[in-house]
């Protein structure tokens, strides 16, 4: 299958497999129909550790470490259904990888929404998509943390990440719960992103939004607190992820701000594209010193990385979409088993931001979503960018695994076929190299036609030669957002 097989559309669209199920080929609808477990409740229990099946290939040397992935894996009491993907119970998965092959193992993050609803057996907190129940005993803001977008290794922790809330703190090993991080009493529930960027030198940056006001999180390596600001905004403005660069913060403010109608908080998003794609760059050091820099309306969930030229030009990848249709509507019809249709998805773009105020986009007509760079660089400058793509007619989730590079404009496609809903892939570096991309991918897909979720290693620069191991798990498992690579442990 070459890339030119692949279909334009981009991962919202195929998250939501945009425009396709009419189309979609007889000899492929069986399979098709079955996409649903990608979205259906996981065992109460969780997954009890178990050996994946070695499919081919060998475990490459020196690659060994666990991939923990986070992500929404409860949907369903009985009839009643979450009135959004983003809003499931967060269940973090743990793979390790060594020289024996790979083991799997999942559990659900013990928070306080999962234990009130679990008693209750049925939903009660309001969620990104769901309104809170009547009586619903939301006494705090972590009351309603679903923890289930993200992970990253602090210390000898895992943190489970949602972004209305604080990080939950989970043993390494176990993934026992132990409780919401708190850093600083006063701050209790303040809003931190599921996507924190590590810098080179282990500092942690974050961000919290409420408004047209955001909360500055500054953290050491070991999550301890060094700095906290509130910081106003030039506009109110979705915003799930943003970069880094060595000397900058940049967010771009999407035009999707809350209005006054609806029960839930996407129910009362409006999309107001005369605001514009409005991107606050703010000086590290001092948080008073920013730009605003304006785009046309777009909207996205991810952004790849930034780095920053010598004579100040910020540059950021992006996945840019025309609306916020499936945020608003597609993460509803999903856990419903109900495919959005007519609208496109997110297109792979890089932004520059000059320093004479210009903002300019370099679009490449490549779908695009859960954009992954060699994080040893976060915030330098770097070429490329691993990202999933494509996707086929009957079913949400991408087909295939892509890198593109910045400078040379080409890019490289491993497909895995119509079975696949392919997930997030992370980078693990190489011992020893140093070059962009010098390591592995580890990344999860789940096959349709195996009922399974299997595991795959490729070589990084080399995705289209195919993975170079892959193996099948037991179990299919809920389609989660992102994760870590923790490695030699
Ligand atoms: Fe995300």
Redesign the pocket.
């Known amino acids: 299958m070459t890339r030119t097989d692949l279909s334009r559309r981009g991962v919202l669209g195929v998250l939501s497999g945009a425009g396709i199920a009419a189309t979609a080929p007889k000899s492929w609808a069986a399979a098709a129909a079955d996409w649903t477990i990608g979205v259906s409740n996981a065992p109460i229990e969780g997954f009890a550790d178990s050996a994946m099946t070695r499919l081919h290939g060998r475990m490459p040397a020196h690659l060994s470490g666990q991939l923990y992935r986070n992500g929404p894996a409860w949907f369903r009491y009985g009839d009643e259904v979450t009135g959004h993907w983003f809003d499931g119970d967060g269940m973090v998965q743990r793979y390790d990888l060594t020289a024996d092959g790979v083991r799997h193992s999942g559990r659900f993050v013990n928070t306080v929404k999962r234990r009130a609803e679990q008693t209750a057996g049925r939903f009660l907190m309001p969620g990104f998509g769901t309104a809170a129940a009547a009586g619903a005993p939301v006494t705090a803001q972590d009351d309603a943390n679903a923890a289930n977008?993200?992970v990253l290794k602090v210390g000898d922790e895992l943190w489970a990440l949602w972004e209305a809330g604080s990080p939950y703190r989970l043993d390494l090993d176990t993934l026992e719960t132990r409780g919401p991080q708190t850093f600083r009493n006063d701050l209790k529930g303040m809003a931190f992103l599921?996507?924190p960027k590590v810098e080179p030198s282990g500092r942690i940056w974050s961000a919290g939004f409420a408004g047209k006001r955001a909360w500055i999180w500054q953290l050491d390596s070991l999550g301890g607190l060094e700095r906290g600001e509130m910081i106003e905004l030039p506009v109110a403005g979705y915003t799930?992820?943003w970069a880094v660069t060595e000397r900058h913060l940049i967010f771009p403010l999407q035009p999707w701000v809350t209005g006054d109608h609806g029960q839930s908080i996407a129910e009362r998003m409006v999309w107001r594209p005369e605001q514009g794609l409005q991107i606050l760059v703010v000086d590290k050091a001092d948080f008073s010193q920013r730009r605003i820099y304006e785009l046309p309306a777009a909207f996205y969930?991810?952004t790849g990385d930034a780095w920053e030229d010598s004579d100040s030009t910020l540059h950021f990848d992006v996945c840019l979409a025309n609306t916020p249709q499936f945020a608003a509507q597609g993460g509803h019809n999903i856990v419903r088993g109900k495919i959005d249709r007519n609208y496109a998805g997110a297109d792979l773009v890089l932004v520059s931001l000059f320093p004479d105020g210009r903002a300019v986009t370099r679009p490449t007509g490549v779908t695009a979503e859960f954009p992954q760079t060699d994080h040893r660089v976060q915030g330098l400058r770097r070429d490329k960018v691993v990202h999933v793509h494509g996707e086929t007619p009957g079913h949400p989730g991408a087909r295939a695994l892509a890198l593109f590079d910045w400078k040379t404009g080409k890019r490289k496609v491993h497909d895995f076929g119509a079975a696949a809903m392919v997930e997030e892939a992370l980078f693990v570096p190489r011992p020893g190299g140093s070059d962009e991309l010098d390591g592995w991918l580890v990344g999860t897909v789940l096959d349709l036609k195996a009922r399974a979720t299997q595991l795959h290693v490729f070589d990084a620069r080399h995705i289209d030669d195919g993975p170079v191991a892959s193996w099948q798990g037991q179990h299919a498992t809920p389609l989660g957002?992102?994760g870590t690579f923790v490695s030699g442990r």
């Open positions: 977008t993200s599921a996507h799930h992820d969930f991810h957002f992102h």
